[in-house]
């Protein structure tokens, strides 16, 4: 667990167990960094002839550990590129990964960041309170990992993280930024630790997280936050006509359950955005069974559900001033003896009926029940976000996530928060060709159009029941999930649009 101050004292800055600086290549290669008080300028000559001699190029996350040998209280400096000038929120957080790792490999209990003014003082594109809160997040992010509970283990070390301003010689830093910071770094604090909470429940084994499991730490983080919760069950499913939500949980001895969670920031507007998210708590592919190799990564399959809830705790902690109602249809996707059929028609919560043709297509079925569920609680506009298709990572590999709209504007605007918090949206195409490849003979729709166009066709099936409302679907079924780490996002559960979707939220109000 990592605790975050300011400390304005550079002596005692120094007597941390690691001291971090944060640098760009081009000073170090021209000798133009400057000097700082009280930091040997022995150190700095010798992570200068590294970067002569190749061996740390101070790209953003590159790290190089110099000992002290007694010249301070600390034991190491550490420097870590974080891109230099023009500043930018990517270069912060991977330097704070960057940091967070080298920290638990030197099992440090305390370690002081020196921030110099060209972070404190911010720039056009990146300011003091943004380059605070990518910093903070990243170090939180590069902290805490694939962690597979959601609370902290007993044994896990404490760290101590201090930010300081430094005096640089023939330089100042202004006071009236220290507020601006303060308000980025506990900013970042919220955003770091709800990714990590999403990445914890997604990590979750699908026999310590069942549908029934889910809603539990739902209504567990409703009440924390003071929300309002529904947890609706099989039987009151049944009575509001969810047939999608029922059918593809019908195979599993563990019960489908939908979840919805009220937060009223503004409640004299009758605009209120649904987040929606994929609550497959594990998926075998039904029926239409999936490949044995790699099916336990299949635990992520409700990685849009814990983005969704990810996001709720930064929305209840940072209050903005807008209605947002969160929508999970959690179900698990077994095969049995009562399992949902290739050739089944079912009928939806809205009415319409669909053709069932591959079962493991399950996730666009359940969300047309979950789209349904946040239009009649009042939703106005729309966001989905689910590991929907393999399909994606054709196109994007796990390095984007895949949207689908009817509204571009909207999904411009998403677009556009994604490249500040680093986590890459590309929009797909979305063709009318694409939706009449849904068509069915025996049904108002079929649930999968086959392989090509696969990502496109599979949003496009979800936005029939958006009912013509603006509405932005989210593909991570790439990006949900890595098998190495990469940057500020671990082997494992990512988290990913947690940060994203909070951010989109936050800027309306």
Known sequence: MIQFRVEPSTVKALEADVVIRLVDASTLKTGTAAAISGLPAVLDQAVGSYVNNGLFKAEPGDVQVIPTLGLVKAAHVVYIGYGGDPLGMEGLRKAGAAAA??????????????????????????????????????????????QPRLKETAAEQMVDIAFTPVQLEGGSLADERADEWESGMNRGRIFGDAVAYARGLTNLPGNMLT??????????????????????????????????????????????????????????????????????????????????????????????????????????????????????????????????????????????????????????????????????????????????????????????????????????????????????????????????????????????????GGASTGGLFIGVFAEELPWVHLDIGGTAWLYKDRGWEPKGATGVMTRTLAEYVLQQG
């Open 101 to 146: 790792r080298t920290l638990k490999k030197l099992k440090a209990a305390s370690a002081s960041v020196l921030v110099e003014v060209g972070l404190y003082g911010g720039s056009e594109n990146c300011s003091t309170e943004r380059a605070a809160q990518a910093l903070t997040e990243g170090i939180i992010l590069g902290h805490r990992t694939r």
């Open 211 to 452: 549908p029934e499991m889910l809603a539990m730490e739902a209504e567990a983080l409703a009440g924390e936050l003071s929300l309002d919760i529904e947890v609706i069950d099989e039987w009151s499913a049944a009575e509001q006509g969810m047939g999608g939500l029922l059918a593809v949980g019908q195979g599993s001895a563990n019960p489908p359950r939908m979840i919805v969670i009220h937060y009223e920031g503004a409640p004299e507007s009758k605009e209120k955005l649904a987040l929606v998210g994929k609550g497959i708590t594990f998926d075998t592919g039904g029926i239409s069974l999936k490949r044995a190799d790699g099916m336990e990564e299949m635990i992520s399959d409700m990685g849009g559900a814990a983005a969704v809830l990810g996001a709720m705790r930064i929305i209840a902690s940072l209050k903005p001033a807008v209605n947002v109602v969160a929508v999970v249809p959690a179900a698990e996707n077994m095969p049995s003896d009562r399992a949902l059929k290739p050739g089944d028609v079912i009928t939806t919560m809205s009415g319409r009926t669909i053709e069932i043709v591959n079962t493991d297509a399950e996730g666009r079925v359940v969300l047309a029940d979950g789209l349904t569920t946040a239009i009649q609680r009042g939703a106005t506009r729309i966001i989905d976000v689910a590991t929907l298709t393999g399909a994606v990572m054709v196109s994007l590999a796990d390095v984007a996530t895949g949207a689908v709209t009817n509204d571009e504007t909207f999904l411009q605007q998403l677009v556009q928060i994604s490249n500040q918090t680093g986590e890459r949206i590309w929009p797909l195409p979305s063709y009318p060709e694409f939706r009449k490849m849904l068509d069915s003979d025996a049904a108002d729709l079929k649930n999968s159009a086959g392989r090509y």
